[in-house]
Nanobody, 127 residues
Framework: QVQLVESGGGLVQAGGSLRLSCAAS????????MGWFRQAPGKEREFVAA????????YYADSVKGRFTISRDNAKNTVYLQMNSLKPEDTAVYYC????????????????????WGQGTQVTVSS
């Protein structure tokens, strides 16, 4: 089992920044590719970003590319999502997730491919 706990969400004005963290415990963190997803009210959960086990490869949804940066610190068992130039449409509950099966670009974009999920953290961007 892997336990994931997100933090860092909050209320920010458009154009502002937030940094989300996801702390993992349980099994070996470096064995897992990690992803960030978000879900707005009335919408399906959507892919935001993912990072390979080593951190060498990163992937982003087109809607956040150039504004968000995913990173990880395997020594601290933590994955981060730095969010800059936030927009009201970024408002959602953000979830981190882990998968041990694959780090490929096509695999990590689908929420059904993840084994473990955090409880989510709310991000609200005001206009």
């Amino acid at each position: 089992q892997v336990q994931l706990v997100e933090s860092g969400g909050g209320l920010v004005q458009a154009g502002g920044s937030l940094r989300l963290s996801c702390a993992a415990s349980g099994r070996t963190f470096s064995n897992y590719a990690m992803g960030w997803f978000r879900q707005a009210p009335g919408k399906e959960r959507e892919f935001v970003a993912a990072i390979s086990r080593s951190g060498f490869s990163t992937y982003y949804a087109d809607s956040v590319k150039g504004r968000f940066t995913i990173s990880r610190d395997n020594a601290k068992n933590t994955v981060y999502l730095q969010m800059n130039s936030l927009k009201p449409e970024d408002t959602a509950v953000y979830y981190c997730a882990g998968t041990s099966y694959s780090s490929s670009s096509s695999y990590v974009r689908f929420p059904g491919n993840y084994d473990y999920w955090g409880q989510g953290t709310q991000v609200t961007v005001s206009s």
